[in-house]
């Protein structure tokens, strides 16, 4: 059967890349004895995708992965037994049985939500700059960046692909519609900094377009006359979602809340 | 979470930042409030390397079972790491703390290779500790090693405080109990190792002199503090079912060489080739009992989850109970996705079995390790392999359905004549003649023969510790000859020839058989840039002629000279169980191109009897060959 999994990462794992993270996976997973189906043959691997590979350095409180299983306990059994066989900094947060017909969650991702930090140290202008300095840019009608590939360089928008910014946290969530106010503010495994200079983001992900928040703090950069330098900056995902709406109207789900509704 | 010790900015510049994190899983951690002894393990290489070596494993058990101890791991830098440490001035940091080295009471130094020795002044000069041990000062961490070079310690001596002699379950506990001791009586650096000196198995380099022969060769050895011994014994753990072994290895997040758990069934050989240091300095072959190595095979799979075992010992085949032993991981673990691996197997009816059970037969290869191309040099060195031995074995496999199969052999052994070079290439062309004697339709496609051949080097504490090395001239118009001769073979195209370089092989000679003159060059040449030196693309063997040139040491002098009897050899103050006298017989022996049996079958009185165990105490099927 199919399962789906959230996970969190975090401390110092954001150092591991994402096919490091696979095989903490596959070996936590033999750890806690969880039933998982093999692939055939002589060197039986493990049938498991993941939704939107995170990069070196960045955290995340919303990581997927899609697994193979021939049987499993109820998902609160299944949490346990898999975090126990696990550290501190990857922790499983969901377990969803999908059925056999879902598409695997590589193939519909759209969108992300995350949080950016300016690091104690890197700060270039203080909090109150950066908030104004960040909502001009951020009203622009069209933010034009280059995009340099091997064979061409060439400007894009990427406007259109920021869905929505904010600079609290339960400002955000009313914002993106995720607020249902019993827990206006969720306790992120993102590391803090004392110089509270931050911004959330909601971002076009996956194959169709795609937007990294790096990519968000270079046109800023560029647009209030900096310098950018990616190590300032702590990137940390926080969600995300499968588009369920129909032509331009968004309909933002989170990948572990995708079945539930369709299924 | 703990603060690493690098900042976010080198991390994400470097490769592979996850070897400087630590945090792996079944890591220890232990509250530094509540221990008296920081002790710092230490692999002189990159943590791939480094974390797939079981004798740290085992180490960093054993001390961590100790409540007082607190046992940390520290790898060798990559380079881009190493310029970053040395252009910010930051120390050398341990794993699991991510505090400084130098903070330790004790760096311990794995030796397992003679090319990791640069690595070694890298680990002490980024952990800011003086890099010869006469310069250290009451702040600075004890400086050990121990491993296999340490049976001949002599060019590294230098460096040291203390070398430990032999199998780490030992005696280490009583190392670090008269660490406390002393400490507790405000004793000094100099009093403890006065004190550890007289632990059996402890080698005090600073409490000995050497004096030279106008030749060179040494004239003399003696002791200069009445606290040291004679001679040093080397530490032996007799029963090896009931010591140390972890039960929840390491895991790495990053793949690392041996990416496995590592099961060793037994230590030592009964085999005794006259060329191979461990087999004789693991004397007396001990093996683990068949329950216990059931019984951790499923402890450290579930502990680690890790998709491989690996058997570990010189010579699986002799393991006693290994059928049994093998048929247990294939019912127990190939079902739950578990490889087994079974290096140094020889090829028979059953290896071809197991191998068919756990291997895909077409991707896999036989391998044969006959060494010599003749049946004579094989004689030489006591390498009980025929060739009708392999020529049966290659015939059994190929009708089983493989097709690829691996040689390694040796240049340069002792009485090797042009006829037994050709050898290597007509040995290999009859397995592949072999091949197509059977009828087309039932083979499966071509075969393939990989032969390769390394520069033998003469270790210590082996017969051939006297013989002389070829010198690269000699060794390179061999691998020629070699070549020539295999292109001249009808099955040419099947056999492919790789061969290893001549430079880092000299270099080894050098540092197997050197004495304390050879410090100096590897400070040299370290302090002029040498370091991974068994890294083919850092190595820099000029910068090493260089070195010897200028300290007035002649490489030839090492290498390529042969010794006589009465020769004071520079390792000879070592008592490691095998007599000189017996190295010297068998030396002679093989001169004779006689073979001597295995110590199942005969004993010839190696002296590792002193060790009152194993298979010195069996029954024999002959007599005591002397
Ligand atoms: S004493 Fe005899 S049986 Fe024991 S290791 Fe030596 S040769 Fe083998």
Redesign the pocket.
Known sequence: MKIRIKFTKSGPLKFIGHLDVMRYFQKAFRRAEVDVEYSQGFSPHQLMSFAAPLGVGLTSDGEYLDVSMHTCDAPEIMIKKINEAMNEYIQVVGFMVLPDSSKNAMSIVAAADYLVSVKDGYETMDKAVFKWKFTDFSNKDSIIITKKSKKSEKDVDIKPMIYYTAFEQDKFREGIGTADGKDRVLHLAADCYTNGIKVFMQLATGSVNNLKPELVMEAFCQYAGEVFKESAYQVHRMEVYADLGAGTNRKLIPLDKVECLTG | MKKLALSDEILLTIDKPARYIGNEINVVTKDLDKIDIRFCMCFPDVYEIGMSYLGIQILYDMFNRREDTYCERVYSPWVDLDRILRDKQIPLFALESQEPVKCFDFLGITLQYEMSYTNILQILELSQIPIYAKDRTEEDPVVLGGGPCAYNPEPIADFFDFFYIGEGETVYDRVLEAYKENKKQGGSRRDYLEKIARIEGIYVPSFYEVEYKEDNTIRAFHKKNGHAKEKIRKQVEMNLSDTFYPKKPLVPYIKVTQDRVVLEIQR?C?R?CRFCQAGMIY???RERDVAFLKDYACQMLKATGHEEISLSSLSSSDYSALQELVYYLIEEFSSKGVNISLPSLRIDAFALDVMSKVQDIRKSSLTFAPEAGSQRLRDVINKGLTEKNILEGAMNAFRSGWNRVKLYFMLGLPTETEEDVEEIAVLSDKIAREYYTIPKEQRNGKVSIVASTSYFVPKPFTPFQWARMDTPEEYINKQRLLRGKINGQLNRKSIKYNWHEAEVSILEGVFARGDRRISKVIYDAYKAGCLYDAWSEFFQYEIWLKAFEENQLDIAFYTSREREREEILPWDFLDV??TKD?LWREYKRGMEEKVTP???R????????IFHG???Y?K?EQE?IR
């Open positions: 030592g009964i005794g004397r007396p072959i169980g095998v017996f295995n110590c199942r005969a004993c010839a009185d190696c002296g590792a009897k194993g298979v010195c069996d024999k005591v």
